[in-house]
């Protein structure tokens, strides 16, 4: 089993829907978790760290389930320019040698 | 401010040759990465700086090297290039590296390795 999971997706959705996607984790010592954004052949991009309160940022919240192990990440009124491959990343130990990135989820949001 | 900057953004090599990737960032942090990324395999981390002075293995590091020249540069190295290193690499950096903080990401260096 891989350390960070992640439905590959693609997600295709409308302008203006709410879309979720979820990521798993198998190491119950994980300490941090993020959300990076990566646009087509670009960079990838820090959108938001997890909480375990959870976290907004305007359109986007993000939400820590520790119990289960899963983090997860909520766009509401989807835009055209959240198009792009969002990642889930998982610190393990305190220290950024041990960062694990999942493999991504593809979203697709359409006029 | 610049952020994180890579040279060149895309070589072609055959096996065997050499190179070196350069990075910089202007943004006074401390930590650096280097990663690759391939399809189907995520990004995985190659070698890492926690700060001016020492590097440090990743995940996938045979086949690369690495000098951490100053603060600012983080250069990467293969020696003699091989198909498997067909990828694009990503440097970064970080405040620190205690895994609270941000990664800056360069635009990449898409390399092909014949």
Redesign the interface.
């Known amino acids: 089993r891989k350390e ?1 999971e992640q439905d590959p997706g693609p997600f295709n959705v409308p302008e203006g829907a709410t879309v979720a996607f979820n990521c798993t984790y198998s190491n119950s010592a994980s ?2 978790f ?1 959300w990076y954004r990566q646009d087509c052949r ?5 959108l938001m ?1 997890v909480y375990s309160s959870g976290n907004e940022d305007g359109r986007f919240t993000a939400q820590l389930n520790r119990a289960s192990q899963y983090i997860s990440l909520l766009i509401r009124d989807s835009k055209l320019s959240d198009s792009a491959t969002y ?1 889930c990343v998982v ?1 393990r ?7 694990i ?4 989820t593809s979203l697709a949001v359409n006029p | 401010n610049a952020g994180v900057t890579q040279t060149p953004k895309f070589q072609v090599l055959k096996t065997g040759q050499s190179m070196t990737l350069q990075c910089a960032q202007d943004m006074n942090h401390n930590s650096m990465y280097w990663y690759r990324q391939d399809p189907g395999m995520g990004l995985r981390l190659i070698y890492y700086s926690a700060s001016e002075g020492t590097t440090d293995k990743g995940e996938v590091p045979n086949g690369y090297n690495v000098s951490r020249l100053n603060k600012r540069e983080f250069s990467l190295r293969l020696e003699s290039a091989a198909p498997s290193q067909t990828s694009v690499y990503f440097c970064a950096s970080s405040l620190t590296g205690t895994g609270g903080h941000e990664q800056f990401f360069g635009p990449g260096t898409r390399l092909t390795v014949l």
Request: glycine letters at 14%; charged letters at 20%; zero cysteines.
């Open positions: 960070v300490q941090s993020f670009k960079e990838p991009k820090l760290s990642l610190n130990a305190g220290n950024n040698r041990k960062l990135w999942g493999l991504g």
